[in-house]
């Protein structure tokens, strides 16, 4: 059982310490943003997560790529975007390896997001690219994304590495595209790996809720997974900010062990 750094109340490189507090056994890291210079891409920073990850006995399953949110992934090589894309890419794949990580994710949302057969052929190429120069580090890529699952069935079968995985989300569907996220995994369960996202949502919102409480098939979901022997990580992404979470306690850290404890109790 894991979580999103972001996540954790307060972010940063003590955020090892809450989640190993709350029982958890792993805690997924970021790369960064273009703005902020891609700060996981520093050897200090990178020495500095190792360090806690020493201290607290916990595990970091993956690096993510939110810098894509910005930089649009699909953007055509030798084009300045492009270029961009590359070095978010190769840095984080790079910091997996001296880090000891097994997994690159990469999420396809805002400008990242695919609208076009064309952009998701270019994705595609982009991956190939990604896939084999991890392979040589032994570390896994996996897709994040809103598409239908005809274009993430479509993309699995245009990258076409051993090392392609897609990283199943149990809400994002729901919220961006008004898809029953249950029918999304009983469709991509083959392709998702050993990791994945959940989270809980009220309606019209996105990660605003404690896991089996919203309207995501939450308890559905885990007991599919169940039901297939599904072995790897679980990692909570819900937002214990924001105001409908504020609204169930005042302190953020016991809105992040309630949501543990409710994961863990699932699970059982």
Request: glycine letters at 8%; proline letters at 3%; one cysteine or more.
């Amino acid at each position: 059982l894991g979580i999103c750094n972001f996540c954790v109340p307060g972010t940063g490189v003590f955020a090892p310490k809450f989640a190993k507090e709350c029982g958890l056994d792993g805690m997924s890291i970021d790369f960064g943003t273009f703005e902020q210079g891609f700060p996981l891409g520093q050897i200090r920073m990178q020495e500095a997560y190792l360090e806690a990850k020493g201290i607290y006995e916990i595990e970091y399953p993956n690096i993510g790529c939110s810098g894509y949110d910005d930089i649009p992934f699909a953007a055509e090589t030798g084009h300045p975007l492009g270029e961009a894309a590359d070095v978010l890419w190769k840095g984080a794949v790079d910091a997996a390896d001296y880090m000891g990580i097994p997994l690159v994710f990469i999420p396809l949302f805002r400008q990242s997001s695919i609208r076009t057969e064309q952009e998701l052929k270019t994705a595609a190429l982009r991956f190939r690219k990604i896939c084999d120069y991890a392979a040589e580090k032994g570390i896994g890529i996996a897709c994040e994304s809103e598409m239908t699952v005809n274009h993430q069935l479509m993309l699995v079968e245009l990258v076409d590495k051993e090392n392609f995985r897609i990283f199943y989300d149990n809400a994002n569907h729901l919220y961006f595209k008004d898809m029953d996220g249950y029918e999304v995994l009983k469709a991509v369960y083959p392709y998702i790996g050993d990791q994945l996202h959940l989270k809980d949502s009220t309606k019209g919102c996105l990660a605003n809720a404690v896991v089996g409480t919203g309207i995501t098939r939450f308890y559905e979901v885990v007991n599919f997974l169940k039901e297939k022997n599904y072995s790897g990580w679980m990692i909570l992404e819900n937002l214990y900010e924001r105001k409908d979470m504020r609204d169930i306690h005042t302190d953020h850290y016991e809105i992040m062990r309630m949501d543990v404890e409710a994961l863990r109790r699932a699970v059982r």
